[in-house]
């Protein structure tokens, strides 16, 4: 029932900013938790950053430059990236926890959009 569509992926040059989205839709109440994954070819999925309960959480790795976000009125989760370097390229993958009008959680998975920095 509900669907996470996942948009602003792309090339950009080590040093440069980018913001995807993940827009979801469907019989939504509330979004609970949301989170941002990562995976490059040849390597595990590792989560990236992720809000819970409003407590936000960033890996180490990329602490300091990219912020997850979202606009509740048009059900869309953001993270914005700046300060780009080569080893952030990977499939990015968004996470929602949210409660529907007939469940009170599920978990749900956008289909991964591409980020690529490279000069």
């Known amino acids: 029932q509900v669907q996470l569509v996942e948009s602003g992926g792309g090339l950009v040059q080590p040093g440069g900013s980018l913001r995807i989205s993940c827009a979801a839709s469907g019989n939504i109440v509330s979004i609970n938790t949301m989170a941002w994954y990562r995976q490059a070819p040849g390597k595990e999925r590792e989560l990236v950053a992720s809000?819970?309960?409003?407590?936000?959480s960033y890996a180490d790795s990329v602490k300091g430059r990219f912020t997850i976000s979202r606009d509740n009125a048009k059900n869309t989760v953001y993270l914005r990236m700046d300060s780009l370097r080569p080893e952030d390229t990977a499939v990015y993958y968004c996470?929602?926890?949210?409660?529907?009008?007939?469940?009170?959680?599920?978990?749900?998975w956008g289909q991964g959009t591409q980020v690529t920095v490279s000069s």
């Open positions: 996470k929602i926890g949210a409660r529907t009008a007939f469940r009170l959680s599920d978990i749900y």
């Open positions: 809000n819970t309960y409003g407590v936000t």
